[in-house]
């Protein structure tokens, strides 16, 4: 696995609270810590503790192996205008893309 940046983890963490429609400040309520210490995560300032790490993960709901693979793949804001874009699709587009996207990653 490689390494991920302290700036890397704040943008990940940044955009699922964002996404989530939470505050800074209800984050960090609802993990337990100060909401001056997520705002210097989510600016890469400083690493999370392991345990404040796994609780961010488990309030906004991500599994650690998607975490670490949105650096590789696809951005959480990517993501979230894939899926908006795939539920305009009609049936049949919906169809077409598939076999679309199937072809792309069957390198």
Known sequence: MNEISA???????????????????????LVGIDDKQI???ERGIHYPSVP???????????????FYSIDNKLTVEQENKLNKLTRKLTPKQSK???????????D
Do not use: H
Request: net charge positive; charged share 25%.
């Open 7 to 29: 700036q890397q983890i704040g943008k990940i963490i940044k955009d699922f609270r964002k996404n989530n429609g939470f505050t800074q400040f209800e984050l960090a309520e």
């Open 39 to 41: 705002g210097e995560i």
């Open 52 to 66: 404040t790490f796994l609780k961010i993960l488990n309030v906004l709901q991500i599994n650690i192996d998607k």
């Open 96 to 106: 077409k893309a598939y076999k679309l996207i199937k072809l792309l990653i069957s």
